[in-house]
């Protein structure tokens, strides 16, 4: 493949710190890459929590569609973000190493009680917008207070910073990767088998288009089948759902002795009981037919 690869992304400073890692990853195989930014819907709607914005793959959408229209070859998403079944004519041609798949919980020194979960004072405001998140949280400490924050990672640390929260919840993959100095704050790691993350949070997913054989070619270098593996259970179960970001549902599969291990937390809403189970087995299609079965709703 002769040409520069055009790699479409989103602005934020991690989003860019995706496309570049992306890009070295080329470069180091030889090949030339540009980053090409792409204003997305979700970028767009700052002020608005996930839960309100209508539709699924809201900082997507136009990434795909800018692939579609032959504006850039290659894109760089977030894979918890994408929706579970690609646009006709794009494929996920490779996925990343997994980046630690935990929730962060971010707190302000003064808000922080080491007698209490998580270190969170009694009736703490804690800074969220997921369901999911919020769903966990919840379902551990009843007493705090949730409230939606939206913004790129620096953005809503530096509104924790300013005491607009107690504590706030992130992806520990974006804080890792960003490097941020967090020696002011109180940082705790949540177990992704008890805090139960998102699909595929941690990891990159590469889209093409489909017709893109030899580019598919190329990204074979950059791709991590056990990651795939993990990741094709969580999603699967999410597509089974019929989920989104509207949808309280953590998903976390691990391999174990030639065996998957697959961590769920679901609720039907955020504020609704949340249900905590885990499952065991060989066969990943029959895992996820196992693990829908018993949290479906019937």
């Known amino acids: ?123 703490a405001i804690v800074g969220t917008s997921s369901a999911r998140r919020k769903s966990q949280m919840i379902a551990f400490r009843p007493d705090i207070h949730l409230r939606d924050i939206r913004g790129n990672v620096p953005t809503r640390i530096q509104k924790l910073r300013d005491g607009q929260f107690d504590a706030i919840l992130l992806a520990s993959a974006g804080v890792d990767r960003l490097e941020l100095d967090l020696t002011d704050l109180k940082v705790q790691r949540l177990d992704p088998t008890q805090f139960v993350p998102a699909p595929a949070q941690g990891v990159l997913a590469l889209q093409c288009r489909n017709e893109d054989l030899g580019l598919q070619e190329l990204l074979r270098s950059l791709h991590h089948p056990d990651v795939a593996a993990q990741v094709r259970i969580e999603r699967a179960v999410l597509a089974g759902m019929n989920g989104g970001c509207h949808l309280p549902l953590g998903v976390y599969a691990e391999q174990s002795d030639g065996d998957y291990v697959v961590h769920v937390a679901v609720a039907s809403q955020w504020d609704a009981p949340l249900r905590r189970l885990t499952f065991m087995g060989e066969d990943p299609d029959e895992l996820v037919l196992w693990i829908l079965r018993e949290i479906k709703p019937q």
């Open 1 to 123: 493949m002769d040409q520069t690869i055009r790699i479409g992304t989103r602005g934020s400073d991690l989003a860019l710190w995706q496309a570049r890692f992306v890009k070295a990853e080329l470069e180091r195989h030889g090949l030339q890459a540009t980053l090409h930014i792409i204003n997305t819907k979700g970028d767009k709607e700052q002020e608005l929590s996930f839960d309100k914005i209508e539709g699924k793959g809201f900082f997507t959408k136009e990434i795909e569609a800018a692939l579609l229209s032959r504006e850039v070859d290659l894109a760089v998403h977030s894979h918890k973000d994408l929706e579970t079944t690609s646009p006709a004519g794009l494929i996920i041609a490779a996925v990343s190493h997994r980046a630690n798949p935990s929730d962060l919980l971010l707190c302000r020194p003064e808000s922080h009680d080491p007698a209490q979960s998580f270190g969170l004072k009694k009736e």
